[in-house]
T-cell receptor, first 114, second 114 residues
């Protein structure tokens, strides 16, 4: 089976622009989470979605938004980009997002903001 | 809130050496604990996990035991190989009214020299 896929692989934007990142979960997984990994740091939680509903949100500004579609794929949107938004954005999927459930990560989208 | 503290890196070892990467955590309840590995240019891969106290997770020669009394989950391997060179992340997940987010440490970069 295919793992978690993300697109695009790399993206370069300028300050003030908007960006949309996409994620397709493993087949059968209903929960998708998004994380931001700044160079040299551990990933930071942004959002979790389960069955198309937002289940959790991390400490990120309202410029960050996400949604999950009926096929369980997900998009992460970031508006009014800042230089500090440059990072690797990781998507993870799991069966139902429970505490003992394993989250499987995609390869990430590397966003560079100039 | 929850937090994970990892051994500072980078760590450099010779092939066949014994490896320990320390990890301690702070959590209000009874989290599940994970070690993830990130190889150069790739996303995160689950290495092992433990979901309750005294459980031992193991995979690819790596082991970690969930120690509730010392709030620790140290990663060990008896004989490392060059192919083990990567960044290792300790993480926890604690169910919080449906918001099952992973909290990561800052990562430990491991380099194995032949």
């Amino acid at each position: 089976d295919a793992g978690v896929t993300q697109s695009p692989t790399h993206l370069i934007k300028t300050r003030g622009q908007q960006v949309t990142l996409r994620c397709s979960p493993i087949s059968g997984h209903k929960s998708v989470s998004w994380y931001q990994q700044v160079l040299g740091q551990g990933p930071q939680f942004i959002f979790q979605y389960y069955e198309k509903e937002e289940r959790g949100r991390g400490n990120f500004p309202d410029r960050f938004s996400a949604r999950q579609f009926p096929n369980y794929s997900s998009e992460l949107n970031v508006n009014a980009l800042l230089l500090g938004d440059s990072a690797l954005y990781l998507c993870a999927s799991s069966l139902d997002g429970g505490a003992g459930d394993t989250q499987y990560f995609g390869p990430g989208t590397r966003l560079t903001v100039l | 809130g929850n937090s994970v503290t990892q051994m500072e890196g980078p760590v450099t070892l010779s092939e066949e050496a014994f490896l320990t990467i320390n990890c301690t955590y702070t959590a209000t309840g009874y989290p599940s604990l994970f070690w993830y590995v990130q190889y150069p240019g790739e996303g995160l891969q689950l290495l092992l996990k433990a979901t309750k106290a005294d459980d031992k997770g193991s995979n690819k020669g790596f082991e970690a035991t969930y120690r509730k009394e010392t709030t620790s989950f140290h990663l060990e391997k008896g004989s490392v190989q060059v192919s083990d060179s990567a960044v290792y992340f300790c993480a926890l997940i604690e169910s919080n009214f449906g918001n099952e987010k992973l909290t990561f440490g800052t990562g430990t970069r491991l380099t194995i020299i032949p």
